[in-house]
Nanobody, 123 residues
Framework: QIKLSESGGGSVQTGGSLRLSCAIS????????MAWFRQTPGKEREGVAAIDGDGTTIYADSVKGRFTVSQDNAENALYLQMNTLKPEDTAMYYCAASFPPCQGGWSNYFFDWGQGTQVTVSS
């Protein structure tokens, strides 16, 4: 059974850091395009960061230089290190899986999603 499970969300002040984790079961993380998305009520879901099995990464312009996506093949997990957080980063964050490679413009079809972890950044 394929399962994605996020953790690591929480409440921080502006400028703070959080590290999100996505535990993956049912398939090997390195064989897929894995991504982080976020969504706030009333807004469309947006891609944040994605990574291929070869380590190639894609970032949204709004998080470049602040967020880092990584994967641990031994742990079969996906991570998102978020630094210098801003109030506009407040959202529910989801990890998702797609067949590789990760495409620019978030045009992959992501077939599997976690249930999300909430990130709240206060000013």
């Amino acid at each position: 059974q394929i399962k994605l499970s996020e953790s690591g969300g929480g409440s921080v002040q502006t400028g703070g850091s959080l590290r999100l984790s996505c535990a993956i079961s049912g398939y090997t993380v390195s064989r897929y395009c894995m991504a982080w998305f976020r969504q706030t009520p009333g807004k469309e879901r947006e891609g944040v960061a994605a990574i291929d099995g070869d380590g190639t990464t894609i970032y949204a312009d709004s998080v470049k230089g602040r967020f880092t996506v990584s994967q641990d093949n031994a742990e079969n997990a996906l991570y998102l290190q978020m630094n210098t957080l801003k109030p506009e980063d407040t959202a529910m964050y989801y990890c998702a899986a797609s067949f590789p490679p990760c495409q620019g413009g978030w045009s992959n079809y992501f077939f599997d999603w976690g249930q999300g972890t909430q990130v709240t950044v206060s000013s």
